[in-house]
């Protein structure tokens, strides 16, 4: 597919051609709290997250980038909404990826000052649309949040960037929807070269939003659709790791340890669902490593 064709290297990770899948999370820790968000970050290493993100609401977590840089190697992506000038500061401090919102990050000026700042550090920008923040103007135009809109809005802010000579860009467009998540991902995938980042926002709990997060980027994923993912979870961060893992395992994109066992009935003769959830226990404790990624 089209998107798979176009390179982007965040940090040590590399997204994009034939390189791997890479697992994405976000720290839901104060960016403020340097500790606690590192806390969080390496254990979403430990766990196989390649990727991490945190947001940046203020100067007050610029500030906080360069303690965070300095006891973390993992690619680092600040998150910036409204304000185009934290993402050149962010830039600056020592993170590896700048993701913004277009739906919220201001005029043509403040984009152009974002992409000469990620130009001179050597950052990609993700353009990350969101079913719940897009343009008015592209709203009244589809009738609301539609597989088109989404596209649109990310085709058109990429052109955006194109126009200023940029293009270490990934995509993302994203809704609570799955079967708008699906049909906008593939339209970006024939229309766009650049790497696509999947997931299903709002997901929910754990027992809802993994299954939406199957419905939806594994769809994807069994398409040849989609460079890097995020199962979006309201749950410890860890978990969204460790789903992220057995949906990469389960279309058969990663390798990883699958235990088969029967569904029971009536003629089961021992507690195969204790041992199944122990065994599966014990795989999950002892086989976690941190993924190996390739560097260009």
Request: with cysteine; aromatic share 2%; charged share 20%.
């Amino acid at each position: 597919m089209a998107g798979h064709k176009h390179v982007v290297k965040i940090g040590s990770v590399c997204i994009g051609g034939e390189y791997p899948i890479a697992i994405q999370s976000m720290t839901n820790s104060k960016t403020t709290d340097v500790k606690a968000t590192l806390q969080q970050i390496h254990s979403l290493e430990k766990a196989g997250c390649d990727i991490v993100r945190f947001t940046v609401p203020d100067r007050e977590a610029v500030k906080a980038i360069g303690k965070i840089r300095e006891n973390t190697a993992m690619p680092l992506v600040a998150d910036i909404h409204f304000n185009p000038r934290l993402a050149v500061e962010a830039a600056a401090a020592g993170v590896d990826k700048i993701r913004i919102n277009p739906g919220n990050i201001g005029s043509q000026e403040g984009i152009r000052n974002v992409v000469k700042a990620c130009r001179e550090h050597g950052l990609p920008v993700r353009i990350g649309v969101n079913g719940g923040s897009l343009e008015k103007h592209i709203l009244a135009k589809h009738g609301g949040v539609t597989p088109h809109a989404l596209a649109e809005s990310a085709l058109y802010h990429a052109s955006l960037l194109e126009k200023f000579d940029f293009t270490d860009i990934v995509l993302s467009v994203k809704s609570s929807s799955v079967a708008t998540t699906i049909q906008a991902n593939r339209i970006l995938a024939e229309q766009s070269p650049y790497p696509l980042h999947l997931g299903v926002t709002e997901a929910g709990t754990p027992r809802m939003g993994i299954l939406k997060s199957a419905v939806g980027i594994g769809s994807l994923l069994c398409d040849g659709i989609g460079n890097t993912i995020r199962v979006s979870l309201t749950a410890p961060v860890e978990d969204e790791v460790a789903a992220a893992k057995a949906l990469l395992e389960v279309c058969g994109l990663k390798q990883g340890i699958e235990v088969v066992s029967c569904p029971t009935c009536g003629r089961t003769e021992i507690d195969l669902v204790k041992i199944v959830n122990q065994l599966q226990d014990i795989l999950e404790r002892e086989c976690v490593k941190p993924s190996r990624r390739y560097k260009i």
